[in-house]
């Protein structure tokens, strides 16, 4: 049914845009001169009629569950039930409605039920109806407009002007979205667990918060020392590090000698490639670290008298670390080229060799962008997760031996959420708020990455 | 004095060759792990596109089947193939003890009461008669086939029996046991049995998510590219506008699976573990993307064009809509293409809004839940079974070719009708 009337609306917005044009001609036609092109006489139209209407249907989809579960609860509202009860009522009586239930059916959910689907049909109806009234009110008083000689050019521009901006809100409200997502979950969560023992705690066990049974009071004590934080931070720090160990050097070093060494037909092809390795999935990564790189780091490790973990942190920051390099290499790479020749030209001239040139001029030139580069890497490898989940441990151990096993915020977030969840859960909110901890850390990485790089741009340009 | 100078000279000149090399060897070793990587997921991954039937001579004997005499095709439907085929099985040694009569039956997947019956019903004149039916083998059978699962271990360490082997054997010295083309990789859904898991449920599941990313991402994307590069006045909004469209770039990909969680799933009540959900995720994420790739070739345009078309009295939004926005057009298309190309890679957000449900039925709409390739992958990476070690890197190899073709897609867009403005 609500496809029906969308596509409806959808039909009569082109029809009308037709008749608007044909308005224009038959002005014209009179030797009236147009004040501007015909076809924006039809998308005035146009926009006339289905806009409105648009509106009116998708603020009635947003209101009318709410409306109709408050009509339905009302019923229920001196008779002292909880607010969980009442949802509960309002959740059977739906799926009665629909033939689905399977419970106990009293009479008061079937007088519920029945007025459930009288209210529905009544709102169906309505809407219909309302809708309907409100694309000829539209059509009509846009007509009129055309008819009396109207300017169509500037209010059609200006709705545009407003879809395009409207448009560019997304970025703000996707941001807004992800704190809002993470803050209430954040806050509840810290009603329960005090900020200081997440923050100082060593001991992180979310398993043994089990969910819990919604209608026992909550304890707090229940949870001491279960959801302190350190471990999985060290980890996904000490992770991050061992990334950065294998990115740098060797992003560094190949950016270097694809910007000031490479014949054009070396970075042709070797550039592309090294990039491949920034769009493989982290999956597939992951599945490499788990399957090739952990258990050959244990045999290389047994055989040099050593106890390697097969899920060691060496076998997820080495991969990640390759994941890395070309995000180094590519950015460092184009730091590097924008350095202006006369630097190199003066170094050269008194008569320093190309690495010195390198080392002494050109590198102290590009370290501000080279530091953005490698902080967004370690932005990068922070909110890695699924090769730290494949390949490392899921226990948060707190351990900075790089052949035991550790865990890492993002891969703390999976094992929590992953299978049901329950809202309102310690357990849950705590990933939650490990989200936020992560959003805060990289943004504020990100940010000040990005400030260095731009810094440096400008210096330059 | 002068001896002293050429030593230096000569250090120097060492130093510039060491630091050379170094160059040259940080671009051999990423290379070399690239090449590694390769080389380990085509080895042992391309053994999957294989798989191992057993060819088995059934008897279709019309009192095993419970069927009268000249049986209807409704009755053939019908009729119970499971005595039948337990038969068929059973006859490979009839001197079987009932726990190798166990051992025979495991010895094929458990559709073969499937296979038998499709056999039948393709020829109904079969009745009575006996003829060579292909089963599909067990997946351990199929490991030991192709030399992936090791015979010499002690026989408790193993999944297979040596009665089976045994069995095995003999049937291959029969030739009774060849190897095709896995068709049914592609065509099974996902299955907690290695040798009838395919990835069809994925597939559908990955090509529905990223349909609806790119009906969400694409226009907003680029009607936010347009407003930000031709329209917006240059003040504080849109410089925050714009300093949040690069921070969104770089949040990390397992947020926006706690903003699908917490809003799309816990406040708008949309349905768990659907692409539909798993696209509108990807579409937030792949959105600054797009308005960058778009912004840069909006950019790209060169301002002779716009003064052109409003000198000829053309209005903002025309000289946008008809001159600008074409122009920038293939640039626009391979930065979404890429920005697809990544989502479709996408694992952790995925997990979180619950995609990495077992899925057994091949989704038909983004409202069935699925699961998509890269989640495909971590859950057969995830299980312990041998068979799926060969599955996760066929199926990373489907993954891969699909990046591969987006990408190189996006490149043809980009060099075939770009337009050069030098």
């Known amino acids: 049914m609500n496809l029906v009337i969308f596509i409806f609306i959808v039909l009569l917005g082109f029809t009308s845009y037709y008749f608007g044009r044909k308005k224009a001609y038959s002005i014209q036609a009179t030797n009236t001169r147009l004040t501007a092109l015909p076809q924006f006489y039809g998308y005035y139209l146009a926009i006339?009629?289905?806009?409105?209407?648009?509106?009116?249907?998708?603020?009635?989809?947003?209101?009318?569950?709410?409306?109709?579960?408050?009509?339905?609860?009302?019923?229920?509202?001196?008779?002292?039930?909880?607010?969980?009860?009442?949802?509960?009522?309002?959740?059977?009586?739906?799926?009665?409605?629909?033939?689905?239930?399977?419970?106990?059916?009293?009479?008061?959910?079937?007088?519920?039920?029945?007025?459930?689907?009288?209210?529905?049909?009544?709102?169906?109806?309505?809407?219909?109806?309302?809708?309907?009234?409100?694309?000829?009110?539209?059509?009509?008083?846009?007509?009129?407009?055309?008819?009396?000689?109207?300017?169509?050019?500037?209010?059609?521009?200006?709705?545009?002007?407003?879809?395009?901006?409207?448009?560019?809100?997304?970025?703000?409200?996707?941001?807004?979205?992800?704190?809002?997502?993470?803050?209430?979950?954040?806050?509840?969560?810290?009603?329960?667990?005090?900020?200081?023992?997440?923050?100082?705690?060593?001991?992180?066990?979310?398993?043994?918060?089990?969910?819990?049974?919604?209608?026992?009071?909550?304890?707090?004590?229940?949870?001491?020392?279960?959801?302190?934080?350190?471990?999985?931070?060290?980890?996904?720090?000490?992770?991050?590090?061992?990334?950065?160990?294998?990115?740098?050097?060797?992003?560094?070093?190949?950016?270097?000698?694809?910007?000031?060494?490479?014949?054009?037909?070396?970075?042709?092809?070797?550039?592309?490639?090294?990039?491949?390795?920034?769009?493989?999935?982290?999956?597939?990564?992951?599945?490499?670290?788990?399957?090739?790189?952990?258990?050959?780091?244990?045999?290389?490790?047994?055989?040099?008298?050593?106890?390697?973990?097969?899920?060691?942190?060496?076998?997820?920051?080495?991969?990640?670390?390759?994941?890395?390099?070309?995000?180094?290499?590519?950015?460092?790479?184009?730091?590097?080229?924008s350095v202006p020749q006369s630097l190199r030209d003066g170094s050269y001239a008194m008569g320093a060799t190309k690495s010195e040139t390198i080392k002494k001029v050109i590198f102290p030139a590009a370290l501000p962008g080279i530091v953005g580069s490698i902080l967004l890497g370690v932005s990068r490898a922070v909110g890695e997760t699924m090769i730290v989940v494949m390949a490392s441990g899921l226990a948060a151990n707190l351990t900075f031996n790089p052949l035991e096993s550790t865990s890492t915020i993002t891969a703390q977030i999976v094992v929590i959420l992953i299978g049901d969840q329950a809202f309102g859960d310690p357990k849950t909110q705590a990933a939650f708020a490990l989200g936020m901890t992560l959003f805060l850390v990289t943004l504020s990485l990100n940010i000040f990455a990005l400030r260095v790089v731009k810094k440096y741009r400008e210096k330059y340009e | 004095m002068n001896k002293n100078k050429e030593k230096l000279l000569n250090s120097r000149y060492r130093a510039e060759k060491r630091f050379q090399f170094y160059g040259k060897s940080a671009i051999f070793l990423a290379l070399l792990f690239l090449t590694i990587f390769i080389f380990k997921i085509f080895s042992t991954g391309y053994t999957a596109f294989q798989k191992t039937w057993l060819i088995v001579p059934v008897t279709f004997d019309a009192e095993t089947m419970y069927l009268d005499e000249n049986p209807s095709k409704e009755d053939l439907e019908d009729a119970d193939y499971f005595d039948l085929a337990l038969q068929t099985m059973f006859n490979l040694d009839k001197s079987a003890s009932e726990k190798q009569q166990n051992d025979l039956k495991r010895m094929v997947s458990y559709f073969f009461e499937r296979e038998i019956k499709r056999e039948l019903l393709n020829d109904p004149s079969l009745i009575g008669k006996t003829k060579d039916v292909y089963l599909t083998a067990s997946d351990d059978l199929d490991q030991v086939f192709k030399g992936n699962y090791p015979r010499d271990l002690p026989e408790d360490q193993r999944r297979v029996t040596d009665y089976q082997l045994k069995i095995f054997d003999q049937l291959v010295e029969q030739g009774r046991v060849e190897s095709k083309f896995n068709l049914s990789f592609f065509t099974y859904p996902d299955s907690r049995e290695a040798e009838l898991a395919g990835i069809a449920s994925s597939f559908m599941g990955s090509i529905f998510s990223i349909l609806v990313c790119l009906v969400i991402a694409f226009p907003v994307a680029v009607l936010a590219a347009i407003y930000l590069e031709e329209f917006a006045p240059k003040n504080r909004f849109t410089d925050f506008i714009e300093v949040n469209i690069n921070n969104l770039a770089a949040v990390p990909s397992i947020v926006f699976g706690l903003l699908g969680l917490g809003i799309l799933l816990a406040v708008f009540q949309l349905p768990r573990s659907t692409p539909l959900v798993g696209g509108i995720t990807l579409s937030l994420m792949t959105l600054p993307t797009i308005i960058i790739a778009c912004r840069a070739s909006l950019k790209a345009v060169p301002p002779s064009i716009r003064e052109a078309a409003l000198a000829m009295g053309a209005s903002k939004m025309q000289t946008t809509m008809h001159h600008t926005v074409p122009l920038s057009m293939p640039g626009t298309l391979s930065g979404t293409i890429i920005g697809l190309a990544q989502a479709l890679g996408e694992t952790a957000p995925l997990i979180l809004i619950g995609m990495v449900a077992f899925v057994n039925t091949i989704p038909g709409s983004p409202l069935d839940p699925a699961a998509s390739l890269p989640v495909q992958i971590y859950i057969w990476a995830e299980s312990a079974e041998r068979g799926f070690v060969e599955k996760v890197s066929a199926c990373i190899m489907v993954l891969l070719g699909f990046l591969i073709i987006m990408n190189l897609f996006a490149q043809i867009i980009r060099h075939k009708f770009e337009k050069k403005w030098s």
């Open chain 1, 48 to 337: 006339w009629c289905a806009i409105p209407a648009f509106i009116i249907y998708s603020l009635w989809a947003i209101f009318e569950p709410s409306i109709v579960k408050l009509i339905i609860l009302s019923d229920y509202s001196n008779q002292g039930y909880l607010d969980d009860e009442l949802n509960l009522i309002y959740e059977k009586t739906k799926s009665l409605s629909r033939g689905q239930f399977s419970g106990e059916i009293t009479t008061y959910l079937e007088t519920s039920a029945e007025k459930y689907l009288n209210l529905r049909s009544i709102a169906q109806n309505s809407k219909v109806v309302l809708i309907l009234a409100i694309i000829i009110a539209s059509i009509v008083y846009g007509y009129k407009r055309i008819s009396s000689n109207n300017r169509t050019r500037e209010p059609v521009e200006k709705f545009l002007n407003a879809v395009l901006f409207t448009a560019s809100l997304a970025a703000i409200l996707t941001t807004i979205g992800i704190v809002f997502s993470l803050i209430f979950q954040t806050i509840d969560f810290f009603k329960v667990i005090p900020l200081f023992d997440f923050i100082f705690g060593t001991h992180w066990y979310p398993a043994k918060a089990f969910v819990r049974d919604a209608s026992e009071p909550l304890d707090p004590s229940m949870y001491s020392d279960t959801f302190g934080a350190v471990p999985i931070f060290a980890g996904t720090f000490f992770i991050a590090l061992i990334a950065m160990c294998v990115a740098i050097p060797i992003g560094l070093m190949s950016g270097i000698y694809l910007a000031e060494y490479a014949s054009t037909k070396v970075r042709q092809y070797a550039k592309p490639l090294i990039e491949i390795l920034a769009g493989i999935p982290t999956v597939v990564y992951g599945f490499f670290a788990a399957l090739t790189v952990g258990p050959f780091l244990k045999d290389i490790g047994t055989a040099m008298g050593l106890e390697v973990s097969a899920e060691s942190a060496l076998a997820a920051g080495g991969v990640m670390g390759i994941m890395i390099i070309p995000f180094i290499s590519s950015l460092s790479d184009d730091v590097i080229t």
